[in-house]
RNA sequence: GGCGCCAUCGUCAAGCGGUUAAGACACCGCCCUUUCACGGCGGGUUCAUGGGUUCGAAUCCCAUUGGCGUCACCA
C-alpha cells in the first residue's frame, strides 16, 4: 500500500477578523502538513451571502503572509483542485445534491422555513417532507416551488467515528437532523460544501474546531452514501478566556483583544504571537524549549503534543515571548519596526531615536508599550519629594537638595560636543569620586531630577544625553527649585 | 433539557501503573546593578470528589460534581 501524501486544510469564511483560535487551527494544520511533507491547503467558504466581507479573502491572504503560514494552494495561490473560492463551485454540490436524492440518501423539501414544521423537534423541522409522493415532487418542480435538499438521516442506530484526539466518537442516530444539504438559494450549507470539497480536494487528516465533534457523524454518513474514503478527523478544543470572575470561557471580544491582527496593532510581534499560540494547546514532548522558529516549530510538531482539553489564553505570557524576541532582535531592526509606536517625537527624541530605541529594546514586550514608556522624557513629570526616597540607596529630598547644586554646575562646564553617555558617566563618576558621595545615591538623585519618574528605560547618564544639555539642564534646575520650596 | 467532549500549580503544561509529580509564565524572597529591565539563586499543600481494579493509581474503570460544546436554509 502506497503512503498517502498527506493534505490539509483551513477553510475560513469570509469574515475579515482572524480569531486567534482560527489561526491556531490554521497553523496546526500547515505544521501537520509540512512535517509530513504533505500539501497545507486554504479554501474559502463562502456560502453565506449575508456575511460577506469585501476584501475578506485579501484579508485572510495578509494575514497568513504576516502569520507565516504559506499554502500550497488556495485562491491566489494556483493549484490543481480550484476553483478554491466555495462560491465558485456551485454548480458541483447542486450535481451531487442531486446524485444523493437519486440513491435514496436525500430529498426534496419544499417547506418555507418560517412556516412550516416549526414545531417539529428537529430544529423546528420534523421530517414531513420525506414523504412526499414522487407526483407531488414533480409537480412542485415544474412549477418553479423553491425547494432545500435535506440529508436523510438513519432513524435508528448510531454512528462512530475515530478522532485522532478523543478516540471513538459515538452519537445516537436519533440526535441527528435531516440537515439541509441544499439552501433554497442554491448555495450548499457548510456542512455539504465541506464534505465535497475535503473529499475533491484530497483532504487527508481534517483539522478543526471541537464545536464540530457532535456534527461529525453527519459527515461521516454522507461520506459513506458517496462511497468516499473518510478522512482522519482531529478535533482541536478551543481557546478560552479569562473573565473577571474567574471562570473561563471561549475567548471573546470581552477579554481583550481576540484576532490576530489586534494583537499585531498592540504591537506584539508577529512571529512571537504565532509561536505563543502554537503552544497553546501543543507540547513539543522531547524539549523544554518554548521559543521557536517556524521552522523549528515544523520540525518539532506531533499530533501527540496536542491537548485535548482546552487552553486559556494568557496575554503575559504572550508578552514574555514577544519580550524574549525583542531580546533577541537586531537592534538597528527594531528601531525601525518600533519607530512608528513612537509617535511624533521632540527633535532631540529623534535625533537620538537608535539609543533610545535601544533602551526600549529589552525592556518591553509589545510596541504599544512605547508612547507611555518614553512620556517623560517628551515632557517633565510633575514634582514629587516622595520619587528622592531610596531606601537601598539612602536616598532622601534632604540629599538630593544638597547633592544636585554642584552637579548643576558640573554639568553647565561641559560642552555640548562632550555631552554624550560615556563622557557624563565618566565626569559624573569623577565628581562622585572626588565627593565620597554613593554612586547609587548619586545616579539616583541626577536620574530622579532630570526624568521626574522612579522607572525609567535608561540610567541617569542615558537620560541626559538623551535629553541634550539644555533640557537636562532646564529639568535639573527646575527639580532643585522644588525641592528648596518644599 | 437531550446528546457529546473535557478535568495535574493562578495560567500553559510534562507524566501514559512504582517519580522527591518536570519545565515555563506570573507571584514572593535574596544576590547583582547607575533606576527599571536583564541575569543568578531560592520559595509555594497542584493530581476536582467518591467508589472500585491492583501488592501499588495522577495514570485504568464507574459514578458524582464542575466546565465547555451542540441541537440554523451560520460557518
Redesign the pocket.
Known sequence: MTQQKVRTRF???PTGYMHIGNLRTALYAYLFAKANGGDFILRI?D??RT?YVADAVDFIERTLKLAGITPDEGPGYGGDCGPYVQSERMDLYKKYAEELVKTGHAYY?F???KEDHTTGE????DRTCRNLSQDVIDEHLKNGDPY?IRQKMPLDGETSYQDV???T????NS?L?D??LL???G?P???FANVIDDHLMGITHIMRG??????TPKYILLYQSFGWDVPVFIHL??V?G?NEDG????LSKRHGATSFDDLVKMGYLPEAIVNYVA?????P?TT?Q?IFSMQELTSHFSL??L??????F?Y??L??VSGEYF?AMEPAKFAEMAKPFAGDLPDYLAAHWDSLAELLR??IERLGQIPQEIGFLCEQPAFDAELYVNK??KVTPEKAKDLLPAVIELLEAVPESEWT?DSL?AKLEAHIEATGVK??LM??VV?IAAAGQ?????????ILTLLGKENSLARLKKSLDALNAM
Open positions: 477553510a475560513p469564511s467558504e456560502t453565506d456575511r423539501c417547506c418555507d422555513p428537529f430544529g423546528g423541522y432545500v484526539l478523543h478516540g466518537v459515538t452519537i445516537p440526535e437532523e440537515q439541509v439552501k433554497r438559494d448555495m450549507t457548510y456542512n471541537a464545536e464540530f465533534i457532535t456534527s478544543a478551543p478560552m479569562k471562570s473561563v470561557s471561549k503552544l497553546l494547546g501543543w507540547n514532548k523544554n518554548e501527540e503534543g491537548s485535548k482539553s482546552p487552553a486559556v494568557d503575559q505570557k508578552g514574555w531580546k529589552t525592556r537601598r540607596n553617555n558617566y554612586k547609587g545616579m539616583w536620574r522612579k522607572v525609567t528605560p535608561g540610567g541617569a547618564t542615558e
